[in-house]
């Protein structure tokens, strides 16, 4: 087991956040591994290893529900989204990409993703008294 510093962990997060108005390339993602997982905005996708049994695919593309400019977290490509059930406000769709694809944003850095499989999750709100999600 490695010690890891918060002023390493923070950098690591830094390296790997969309946060700026350029496109950020995300090289690779492996599930179970430091580069299992990137970000934009509120918007946190991790790469895992299989598609969860159970979901159904959706035609939507918008990753984060609503309709506020902070929402607009976009998939694009030749990429297939599953939707869950909806009972947990923290977790979003799954998506199954065969080649490179983009998560695109009007505020943050377009995310041009490898493929694989990915968890889309949103950061939780901490000051508010119920479980959800931030808005950005």
């Not at 350029?22 to 934009?40: A, K, L």
């Not at 984060?64 to 902070?70: M, N």
């Not at 950061?123 to 999600?133: N, T």
Request: proline share 5%.
């Amino acid at each position: 087991m490695t010690n890891t510093t918060a002023a390493e962990v923070l950098s690591q997060i830094q390296k790997s956040a969309c946060t700026d108005n350029d496109e950020r390339f995300i090289g690779v993602m492996n599930p179970g591994t430091e580069t299992e997982g990137t970000r934009q905005g509120d918007l946190y996708i991790k790469a895992i290893r299989e598609l969860p049994e159970g979901l159904k695919e959706t035609t939507e593309h918008q990753l984060a529900p609503g309709t506020s400019r902070g929402s607009r977290h976009v998939a694009e490509g030749n990429i297939k989204i599953y939707a869950r059930d909806g009972g947990d406000p923290l977790l979003g769709p799954i998506i199954v990409a065969e080649e490179r694809w983009m998560i695109r944003h009007p505020k943050h850095s377009d995310c041009n993703m490898p493929s694989g499989v990915f968890d889309i999750g949103y950061q939780l709100d901490a000051e508010a008294e119920e479980r959800r999600r931030v808005r950005d």
